[in-house]
């Protein structure tokens, strides 16, 4: 089992910026991917980026050139720095793992003002 553990939501400002972490632990040897998903109030749950552990990255369209996933995959961990947020990206971002099976995070709140 893998548990992921995240941490740095908060509030801010629109414009602002908020870096969020997630660590693994657990048997966490065979993860290949890790990224962050985000649920806002009454939507579904949508990817917002990833990296693999080849590096390749993926960002939604709606973060792209605002947001950057950066982490070491061997060491499992993983970060998302979030710039110029907007209300829009009020969620509880979730951390999550991937090797043969799917692990998530508990959730972090990020909530920007207008």
């Known amino acids: 089992q893998v548990q992921l553990m995240e941490s740095g939501g908060g509030l801010v400002q629109a414009g602002g910026s908020l870096r ?3 660590a693994a632990s ?3 040897f065979n ?3 890790m990224g962050w998903y985000r649920q ?3 939507e579904q749950r949508e990817l917002v980026a990833r990296i693999s552990r080849d590096g390749n990255e993926y960002y939604a369209d ?3 050139g ?3 996933i950066s982490g070491d995959i061997a060491k499992t961990t993983v970060y ?3 710039n110029s947020l907007k209300p829009e990206d009020t969620a509880v971002y979730y951390c999550y793992a991937k090797d043969s099976r799917d692990f998530w995070g508990q959730g972090t709140q990020v909530t920007v003002s207008s």
């Open 31 to 33: 993860i290949n991917v």
């Open 20 to 22: 969020l972490s997630c």
């Open 40 to 42: 806002a109030p009454g």
């Open 62 to 64: 709606s973060v792209k």
């Open 26 to 28: 657990g048997k966490r």
């Open 80 to 82: 998302l720095q979030l």
């Open 66 to 68: 605002r947001f950057t």
